[in-house]
């Protein structure tokens, strides 16, 4: 069995394992359409940022920003709301200019500069929070305040239609379009390449600085909407948003079979990962467990997953050289 089937076979078994433990522990509260629909919708940002963080991993790269990426996109926003007269679209195409412009910095930091994809999207974090900082919106007496976005022809990207709110709609989008142009595009195929082996994939013809470079912008449009869709359901913008929210994505897709050395996973996995991590801390809170221990549980379940993907992909190395060895008898 291929090594992206099994992972994600057993991200769906953890799943539902989840949820029947959910299911027996707190009843109704846990198990009901209402909370189901909550979940989904929690999700639904981690599994649009997560998108773009699956072509950062799968080229072995990761990106760290994205929390602060959100955090400027966000106060872009909010700065054209309250100083300018310009309409909603034009807001929300700022905010993606903005979202687009930080991930052609880190793609260019990682690309070109060939920084180490942890130090430079580490230093871009740092980088990319402190400008939210800069252009906060503040009172008369400079004191950092939130901004309240509340026109209702933006607001409205924070509700649903019937059970399906935008940000799901818009997930299922991501999602969907994520997947088909990751396997049946040739973009996509360079990006496995790239994770696989870069300097085959330099040898074969790929500009690997050019992927990455585009890969990151991609994680960058990603931050952008996930902002969107964000600000609208808090109806404000913060330096808050996305704080801390930089380990969510890289979890849901380590959890959905993204492996960490590159080379492998899809798009679709890590909503599955994405779906899990909400419904543990959802299922975690209708407990009325203390939340710090879904960070252990959180924690030990990525551990647990990357040494599994290093004890298959070193199992199937020995097949290979065992199968090789073999036919050169």
């Given at each position: 069995m291929k090594q992206t089937t099994l992972r994600r076979l057993i991200s769906i078994g953890m799943l539902a394992a989840l949820i029947l433990l959910f299911s027996a522990m707190s009843g109704s509260r846990f198990l009901n359409a209402d909370n189901f629909i909550e979940i989904i919708r929690d999700a639904s940002v981690t599994a649009i940022i997560g998108v773009g963080v699956t072509y950062a991993i799968i080229t072995a790269g990761i990106d760290l920003s994205t929390g602060a990426s959100m955090a400027l996109v966000g106060m872009t926003m909010a700065n054209v709301y309250a100083y300018t007269l310009w309409p909603i679209p034009i807001m929300l195409l700022c905010g993606i200019l903005a979202g687009l412009l930080a991930g052609l910095v880190n793609g260019f930091i990682i690309g070109r500069l060939h920084?180490?994809?942890?130090?430079?999207?580490?230093?871009?974090?740092?980088?990319?929070?402190?400008?939210?900082?800069?252009?906060?919106?503040?009172?008369?007496n400079g004191v950092i305040m939130s901004q309240p976005m509340t026109y209702s022809s933006f607001v409205v990207l924070g509700y649903a239609v019937g059970y399906f709110y935008f940000v799901v709609?818009?997930?299922?989008?991501?999602?969907?379009?994520?997947?088909?142009?990751?396997?049946?595009t040739r973009l996509g195929t360079e990006i496995y390449a790239v994770g696989a082996n870069p300097k085959a994939a330099?040898?074969?013809?790929?500009?690997?600085?050019?992927?990455?470079?585009v890969v990151y912008t991609i994680v960058g449009f990603c931050c952008a909407v996930g902002s969107i869709f964000t600000t609208a359901r808090l109806q404000s913008a913060t330096t808050a948003i996305g704080q801390d929210f930089e380990f969510n994505p890289i979890a849901a897709a380590v959890v959905g079979g993204v492996a960490l050395s590159g080379g492998s996973g899809d798009v679709v996995g890590t909503l599955i990962g994405a779906i899990f991590m909400v419904t543990l801390e959802n299922g975690v809170r209708k407990l009325g467990v203390n939340t710090a221990y879904q960070y252990v549980i959180k924690g030990i379940i990525i551990i647990l997953v990357v040494m599994f993907d290093a004890w298959y992909k070193g199992r199937m190395e020995r097949k290979a050289r065992e199968l090789s060895a073999k036919e050169g008898m």
């Open positions: 920084v180490p994809e942890f130090i430079g999207t580490l230093a871009t974090m740092s980088i990319f929070r402190a400008l939210t900082y800069i252009i906060a919106i503040r009172d008369a709609i818009a997930m299922i989008v991501f999602v969907v379009c994520g997947q088909i142009f990751l396997k049946y330099t040898l074969s013809g790929i500009d690997v600085a050019k992927v990455k470079m």
